[in-house]
């Protein structure tokens, strides 16, 4: 079993929609959460950051944590074609000798289609 | 300020070959980890370096190399290449001294083992 498990989909959504993406991790010792979108033959792009449970806004995109369900989302509101891309949770143990190394689930292939 | 870089951006290689891969981190970072990533595995954490020196490694075989300058910049080789060495490898730096912090990830290089 995957330390991080994430559907892969693939999700196709209209424009404006509210997209829900979604994570569960299974090692209480990951303590730093992230998400990255993935444009086709680019690098990933680091577009949340978060360390407590709940939520953390950031424009049209909202993190939440819930470490207690080892479970976290990622909200994309009025959702665009331009959001189309590959979406990668991603966590961090923050014990020990885990320098360096984050923990990704498989990413999740979301289409905007106008 | 300048993102991650990585050259070159594509590689053709022959099996048996070996190859070395180039990334130079955001001015300032001094961690920089290595991924590989594939459509079967996914992301996959190599190896992690700091101030020179390796503090964290993936479970890869030692084919899989890798060095820091006093620069910050970073290489990774493989010798003997095989097929299944045909990845997307991405390097990520951090401003972390503990390198758990954000990851901002280069464009990666295209290896294609032939």
């Known amino acids: 079993q995957k330390e991080v498990e994430q559907d892969p989909g693939p999700l196709s959504v209209p424009e404006g929609a509210i997209v829900s993406l979604n994570c569960t991790y299974s090692n209480s010792a990951f303590q730093y959460f992230m998400w990255y979108r993935q444009y086709s033959r680019k690098g990933p792009e680091l577009l949340m950051y978060t360390y407590s449970s709940g939520n953390k806004e950031d424009g049209r995109f909202t993190a939440q944590v819930d470490k207690s369900s080892k479970y976290i989302s990622l909200f994309i509101r009025d959702s665009q074609p331009s959001d189309s891309a590959t979406y990668l949770c991603a966590t961090v143990n923050a014990g020990g000798t885990s320098y360096g190394k984050l923990t990704f689930g498989q990413g999740t292939i979301l289409t905007v289609h106008p | ?114």
């Open chain 2, 1 to 114: 300020k300048a993102g991650v870089t990585q050259t070159p951006r594509y590689l053709i290689k022959t099996r048996g070959q070996q190859v070395t891969l180039s990334c130079s981190p955001i001015s300032g970072h001094r961690s920089v980890s290595w991924y590989q990533q594939t459509p079967g595995q996914g992301l996959q954490f190599l190896f992690e370096y700091f101030s020179e020196t390796q503090r964290n490694k993936g479970n890869f075989p030692g084919r899989f190399s890798g060095r820091q300058f006093s620069n910050s910049r970073s290489e990774m080789n493989v010798s003997t290449l095989e097929l299944g060495d045909s990845a997307l490898y991405l390097c990520a730096s951090t401003s972390a001294r503990g390198g758990l912090g954000e990851q901002y990830f280069g464009p990666g290089t295209r290896l294609t083992v032939t």
